[in-house]
């Protein structure tokens, strides 16, 4: 499956850590809801349209633009998404997915799962590059080990495989990413890999 970005039992009850602020050194745990085609193209609270397809999130507080690692506390699953609206304003949730990254972390059957929160260290809004990177994501991992024995696996097959990092206050997480020359090369190549088996993300930075 290609997804793109411009990647179990439910809990009663969440505990809840001083929410994070965007400068990081704090982190927050509750319960992540995702939404999605009902509220395909309509504008989200910072004004954008809202793409059920983009790795982005709502959140009641946090800056728009901040980049969160959300980790599923189910199966351990983490993908990074950027605010861009505001919400979730039921019960006790903290977050609301955008579809595709609710399906990168496996929480699209259940609807609501316990999550962790990390603000990234680059979780500021981005500043403009004269020209984009192309890269086709195709796994992130707690452990460096895991990282490297898909990066080991990928460069058997494709060239420029790249094992980058990206931190947290409390944690880093390690990416498996295949750098493209431009967009219509990560699309040909997101398919490629999706067509071995990999569940991928389409990254432009």
């Not at 189910?74 to 399906?103: H, M, T, W």
């Not at 097959?157 to 295949?178: G, I, N, Q």
């Not at 398919?191 to 991928?200: C, R």
Request: hydrophobic share 45%.
């Amino acid at each position: 499956m290609v997804l793109l970005l411009c990647g179990a039992a439910l809990l009663t009850s969440c505990a809840r850590l001083s929410p994070p602020s965007s400068g990081g050194g704090s982190a927050l745990s509750g319960l992540a809801s995702w939404y999605g085609e009902d509220f395909q193209g309509r504008p989200t609270s910072n004004r954008e349209i809202y793409n059920m397809f983009d790795m982005t999130a709502a959140h009641k507080t946090l800056p728009f633009g901040t980049r969160v690692m959300v980790t599923n506390l189910n199966n351990g699953k983490s993908v990074a998404v950027r605010i861009n609206d505001r919400g979730p304003f039921v019960g006790e949730r903290i977050i609301d997915l955008s579809f595709a990254a609710a399906r990168m972390i496996d929480m699209v059957g259940c609807g609501v799962a316990p999550v962790r929160l990390d603000i990234l260290a680059d979780g500021s809004p981005a500043t403009a590059r004269a020209l984009p990177r192309y890269f086709v994501q195709v796994g992130a991992f707690i452990y460096e080990d895991n990282a490297r024995a898909l990066e080991s696996r990928l460069r058997a097959k494709y060239a420029d495989v790249v094992l980058s990092s990206c931190a947290s206050a409390e944690r880093t997480y390690f990416r498996v990413r295949v750098k493209a020359k431009d967009r219509d090369a990560s699309l040909r190549l997101a398919q490629v890999l999706s067509e071995d088996g990999y569940k991928v993300i389409l990254l432009e930075e």
